[in-house]
Every structure is written in C-alpha cells, then in structure tokens.
Nanobody
Framework: QVQLVESGGGLVQAGGSLRLSCAAS????????MDWYRQAPGKQRELVAR???????KYADSVKGRFTISRDNAKNTWYLQMNSLKPEDTAVYYC?????????WGQGTQVTVSS
C-alpha cells in the first residue's frame, strides 16, 4: 500500500507561483505514472500533468508553458511547479500514482488564485 501526502498549496495572487509536492510512503520505482489532477467546484476532476517512469511528460493545454512536473526518485517525491498562476487555476489539486496492479490518490491540497 502506497500513501501519498501532498503539500504546498495555498493562496496566491494572479501571476504568482506555487510548488506542490507529493511524497510517497515507499519507493516510486515501481510506479509507472505520477500525475497531478485538479478539481474545481462544480467541475470534473481533470488531469493537469503526468510524468512517467521513463521521464516522459504530458500537460493539459491550459497549463502548458506555465506548469512543470518533475520527480526526485531519491526522495520518493514528485512536484508540480506552477508559474503565472491564473484565477482559473483555483482548485483542489490531487496527486495520483499508477502502479502495475494498483493506483493511489493523495488527500488533495487547495490552491486559490486571487485576481
């Protein structure tokens, strides 16, 4: 069983930056995909960014050029660097880990961007 703990959310003004972290309770070497999702009030949860075990990355069109996903295998942690934040980025952000036979979710961290 893998436990995921997010941190780094908060309140920021438009144009500002935040870095989210997702710390896994075990080695992430067995995890195939490490994602960040977000869910705004009244909206469906959406994939924001993905990094695979091979290092490939994928981003939602709405965040391309502003957000960067990365990982640190030694720390069993992956990150979401969010720059040039916009009010529409306001949501609860969740990290997700997809392993071969299981998947895991973090508890979510609130990101609020004020205009």
């Amino acid at each position: 069983q893998v436990q995921l703990v997010e941190s780094g959310g908060g309140l920021v003004q438009a144009g500002g930056s935040l870095r989210l972290s997702c710390a896994a309770s075990t080695s992430i070497f067995s995890i195939n995909v490490m994602d960040w999702y977000r869910q705004a009030p009244g909206k469906q949860r959406e994939l924001v960014a993905r990094i695979t075990s091979g290092g490939m990355t994928k981003y939602a069109d709405s965040v391309k050029g502003r957000f960067t996903i990365s990982r640190d295998n030694a720390k069993n942690t992956w990150y979401l660097q969010m720059n040039s934040l916009k009010p529409e980025d306001t949501a609860v952000y969740y990290c997700y880990a997809g392993a071969t036979f299981d998947d895991y979710w973090g508890q979510g961290t609130q990101v609020t961007v004020s205009s």
